[in-house]
């Protein structure tokens, strides 16, 4: 969560490619809207919208274009032919198991003896694996075809040429200086043939060889290419978006059984899947699967013509998915907490720890990632066998697996690609490891390059927000990596509406406002922001646009990205009781003006708080915040000693509890008749108990007892009366006096004025005067 608007890059339009024939075109068939979100991707003519729009068939390349294809289907026919046992071996995370899928269904459509085998992240590790390939020739594989691996496989492909078994790789993932020793090696960036689009998922390889083999397009299998695709976030320009929206397109009609039961535990409607169906629900319960333990069940729901199976399998993954998100949970925030001791200026994380589950620690990078903007690498600790692995994400301005690959020296084994990447290194080399890859960073790219701006793609205001512009810029999905979806700045909008929601209230819904027009706002895992955000507080916020459907209503609605609260933020929690909202705040400045309030309460402070005790005016003086949060507890008995306080400080946020035991405001000051009848009283009786019998006395006076106790005060400071020992007689050589000039006096009239402004006034009263205070200069 930013909290400086100088990340936030609007991206101007640029018309000057565009001529005038081609821009009065444009301009009579779009929105000026929909016209510079085009222009930002390069589509500056209505031709090229139209085929962006609608990706044909010549978006998708000859799959005999890549390095290896003849070579590997003439195999794969031989291998039919000779009734050869042909084993696909796949990956365990979303990508790899669709690429099983495919290439099993590819190969039985042509006839072929096929069965599949998905490593185990957890006994066989990331891509070939010898002790596999030997078990698999032992049981009769004579041809083994890996997916969305297998370029790094050199000692377990050697060891399958030895024994008298061909290997043909498919893979997507960054090749190394030497490639292993297959039979074939098909690669969208192999050296040995330029192949038109270099993005391709490890399901897009698979598919391009399922098409070499069947000799057609399987448009049937365009719903699982969709779903590998999106989840492995790459490139969703050129032919993967071609591959992308017809396969969404498919997958809205699939009658493919597994699928239809995991939208059905998933609550999901099969009907309006879209990109981010696939981003948020169906591909993280494949991933759960190999995340947790064996991945195969998810080729079984995959590929299933069983029902109940695949009933049963729907909702045992979701049953994964589930406690994969439990602990997720756990960890982030463990590691979380271990970021906020690190080295802020540090340009890449590592942390380790014993004990985290290896399959989720990815999850945890991306989530170091999004709430530091760093690269992460996450680590789990195996002592026993000496050695740590896990997982790093990156930002686009970090390649991680170069930066891997210099440091490969302290590494037993890695792979990846740019935004992601596997490792295993020895513990001893932990350490490091964060130094040389820190230093990498400085060499190649220097530490301020990852303070990544936050793009947006047009600045707007709540009333430029309509139902029609929304659908209209919808025609550019599917949106993901390279085609974002557009981001909207809007700025100074006011809100009306802060809520909480969800079943642990983690999300955060508002309700902006700008010249009476409204727009919906949901921030998603945002909700410790309400406690930051102040009633009526001015705001900027970035986001992305979408339709709310309810019960047949379509609203525009607003996905939070971003937010910044302008000023300082007051929260109003005055009231007869302290709240105990104030002592859950992580790091706070605490405020107490009263010595009993600091007694009672400093335990309640949290451990990153800090106690301030203010009692006179060069207390307030050289106050100094340690936070950029200020805690006022208690009312003050001097504005004075608040307005100082304030001056020069420049909190985030200000709570505002001033509690107050006793109320000078509501008691009043007394009049001249009330002094003259307590006087009149006090010089008609000797000995009375002051110490014990002030309520006694204040009932039969008729004035409130705390009123009653300020009039002896005043009278015993210009020696009216005498007190000794609890007892009280008229003072004899009573000097003539003005009351209202004893220090007494002159604290009451200070409290009641503070606790007018502070306790009794109304809230835009005290916001007024306390950022009026703020802004004055000490």
């Not at 339009?13 to 565009?18: C, G, I, K, S």
């Not at 397009?217 to 993967?240: Q, R």
């Not at 809007?490 to 209230?505: L, W």
């Not at 005055?574 to 009672?600: C, G, H, M």
Request: aromatic share 8%.
């Amino acid at each position: 969560m930013s909290t400086t608007k100088d990340k936030w890059k609007v991206i101007k339009t640029q018309y000057d490619n565009v001529n005038e024939i081609e821009k009065k075109e444009l301009e009579s068939k779009y929105t000026p809207l929909f016209i510079s979100l085009c222009l930002q991707r390069g589509l500056d003519s209505v031709e090229k919208i139209q085929n962006f729009i609608s990706p044909n068939d010549s978006w998708i390349h000859d799959p005999y274009l890549l390095n290896d294809m003849e070579k590997a289907v003439t195999r794969i026919m031989e291998a039919i032919e000779k009734g050869q046992l042909i084993t696909v071996y796949g990956d365990y995370d979303a990508d790899g198991i669709t690429s099983t899928a495919v290439l099993k269904e590819a190969i039985e459509m042509i006839g072929g003896e096929v069965n599949y085998y998905i490593p185990n992240r957890f006994t066989d590790g990331y891509g070939p694996n010898t002790v596999v390939f030997e078990k698999l020739i032992s049981e009769g594989t004579e041809l083994i075809l890996t997916c969305d691996n297998g370029v790094s496989g050199h000692e377990a492909i050697s060891k399958a040429n030895e024994l008298g078994v061909d290997v043909v790789v498919t893979d997507h993932h960054e090749l190394q200086s030497t490639l292993p020793d297959a039979y074939a090696i098909i690669h969208p960036k192999h050296p040995n043939a330029d192949y038109p689009f270099k993005d391709l998922a490890g399901v897009g390889v698979a598919f391009k060889l399922a098409t070499a083999l069947l000799g057609e397009i399987p448009l049937e299998m365009l719903d699982l290419v969709a779903i590998g695709t999106i989840a492995d976030l790459v490139s969703l320009t050129g032919e993967n978006r071609a591959l992308v929206k017809q396969g969404l397109a498919i997958l809205k009609e699939s009658q493919r059984i597994g699928l239809m039961a995991l939208f059905k535990i998933a609550s999901i409607k099969q009907s309006e899947a879209d990109e981010e169906t696939i981003g948020f629900t169906l591909a993280p319960r494949l991933n759960a699967v190999g995340r947790l333990g064996d991945a195969g069940p998810a080729v079984e729901l995959l590929t299933t013509f069983d029902e109940e199976e695949a009933l049963r399998l729907s909702e045992m993954i979701n049953k994964k998915n589930s406690e994969r998100q439990l602990i997720v949970a756990e960890i982030t925030a463990e590691a979380l907490e271990m970021v906020e001791y690190e080295d802020p200026d540090q340009g890449v994380y590592v942390l380790a720890k014993e004990g985290w589950h290896e399959g989720v620690l990815g999850i945890i990078a991306s989530k170091i990632v999004s709430k530091t903007g760093k690269p992460a690498i996450i680590l789990n600790i195996d002592q026993e066998k000496g050695y740590a692995k896990g997982s790093g994400r990156s930002t686009p301005v970090y390649h991680l697996y170069n930066g891997l690959q210099d440091t490969d020296h302290l590494l037993t084994k890695f792979g990846g690609h740019h935004m992601a990447a596997g490792l295993t290194l020895p513990i001893d080399n932990i350490a490091s490891i964060k130094i040389e890859l820190n230093a990498f960073l400085q060499q190649k790219q220097g530490s301020m390059l990852l303070e990544e701006s936050h793009v947006v793609d047009k600045k707007l205001h709540i009333a430029d927000v309509e139902l029609s512009s929304i659908e209209e810029f919808q025609k550019l999905a599917p949106f993901g990596t390279d085609n974002p979806k557009p981001v909207f700045l809007f700025e100074k909008v006011h809100v009306q509406e802060i809520k909480r929601i969800g079943s642990e209230k983690t999300h955060l819904k508002l309700q902006l406002i700008e010249e009476n027009e409204t727009l919906d706002a949901i921030g998603f895992h945002l909700g410790a922001m309400a406690e930051n955000i102040g009633a009526k507080a001015e705001l900027s916020v970035v986001g992305k646009l979408n339709i709310n459907e309810w019960n047949g209503l379509r609203k525009p609605q607003l996905m939070l990205d971003d937010i910044v609260v302008k000023g300082t933020q007051l929260f109003d929690l005055r009231s007869t009781n302290i709240s105990s909202t104030i002592w859950q705040l992580p790091e706070a400045d605490y405020i107490f003006f009263n010595e009993k309030n600091v007694r009672k309460y400093q335990e309640d402070i949290p451990r990153t708080g800090y106690t301030h005790f203010i009692t006179e005016l060069k207390d307030s003086e050289h106050f100094e915040m340690k936070t950029d949060k200020l805690v006022l507890v208690d009312c003050p008995d001097d504005l004075e000693l608040l307005s100082k306080l304030l001056q020069g400080s420049k909190p985030t946020s200000i709570y505002a509890s001033f509690f107050n035991q006793e109320s000078a405001y509501l008691d009043g000051i007394p009049s001249r008749i009330q002094f003259s009848h307590v006087f009149k009283y006090i010089a008609s009786h000797k000995d009375i108990d002051a110490r014990h019998k002030t309520k006694l006395l204040s009932g039969h006076l008729k004035i409130k007892e705390s009123m009653l106790i300020f009039i002896i005060n005043v009278f015993f400071e210009a020696g009216f009366v005498t007190i000794q020992d609890g007892i009280m007689n008229i003072a004899s050589n009573i000097e003539k006096k003005e009351l209202t000039g004893t220090k007494v006096y002159k604290k009451r009239l200070g409290k009641f004025a503070a606790e007018e402004i502070l306790i009794y006034s109304r809230f835009t009263e005290l916001e007024e005067w306390i950022k009026l205070q703020i802004k004055k200069e000490s």
